[in-house]
């Protein structure tokens, strides 16, 4: 089971505020993934990277931003937090190995924007 | 398009009894699917996966069958336990290792 932090877990911010969602996995794993989950609904893939350096845009369109400097780590940012993008948002991660394709996903940050 | 959706929203039991969730997929190209678990404030936890060339796969009191014809997949549960209370999602690896997720089914365990 890979180890996945994601931080801060809850975050209420006010409207036009720059926040930046930290995900950090321990095993190495190439792929990283951020997805947008609303209470009780599917999750949705918004931004996805398959290396350092490599970073795509998922099925769903969003104003957030992702970079991929190190392997470990995928950051998300929003430059200007609005009432909309007030969800619960998810990182996962997937590797190499007999489970190669399973993502394995953080406890997920709950924001909240006022 | 692609797409994965689940049967029912709610599925509730006694405990003890089996559970059998249902999920229907739509693209028959994709060879790998996977079920989760989600419990209330945390991320989806991984609970068993199955390849399309097999029609069941156990583990420990979970089952899960695929029967490609119909498309169509299922996870059993033995025995439920009021631990199992959770959302379940199956999903589904197409192309580029991208998960489909179905929209989930809640269990919930009766004491």
């Known amino acids: 089971e890979a180890d996945i932090y994601q931080t801060p877990r809850y975050l209420v911010i006010g409207t036009g505020k720059k926040i930046t969602l930290e995900c950090s996995q321990t095993?190495?794993?190439?792929?990283m993934y951020w997805y947008q989950q609303d209470p009780g609904m599917e999750l949705h893939l918004i931004h996805y990277?398959?290396?350092?350096?490599?970073?795509e845009k998922g099925d769903l369109s969003s104003e957030s931003t992702v970079s991929r400097i190190r392997t470990e780590h995928f950051p998300l940012t929003l430059e200007s937090a609005r009432p909309s993008h007030t969800s619960q948002y998810l990182c996962?991660?997937?590797?190499?190995?007999?489970?190669?394709?399973?993502?394995?996903f953080g406890p997920g940050t709950r924001l909240t924007v006022l | 398009g692609e797409s994965v959706g689940l049967h029912l929203p709610t599925l509730s039991v006694q405990e003890g009894d089996n559970s059998i969730i249902n999920c229907a997929y739509s693209n028959s190209a994709s060879d790998y699917f996977i079920w989760y678990k989600q419990e209330s404030g945390k991320g989806p936890q991984f609970i068993i996966d199955i390849r399309s060339n097999m029609d069941k796969r156990q583990g420990q009191r979970v089952t899960v069958l695929l029967n490609k014809t119909v498309k169509h997949l299922s996870l059993q549960i033995a025995a439920t336990q009021p631990g199992d209370s959770a959302v379940y999602f199956c999903?589904?690896?197409?192309?580029?290792?991208?998960?489909?997720f179905g929209k989930g089914i809640t269990l919930s365990v009766r004491p």
């Open positions: 095993m190495g794993h190439d792929k």
């Open positions: 990277s398959y290396g350092v350096n490599s970073t």
């Open positions: 996962a991660s997937s590797g190499r190995g007999g489970r190669a394709d399973t993502q394995y």
């Open positions: 999903a589904e690896i197409g192309a580029n290792s991208k998960l489909t």
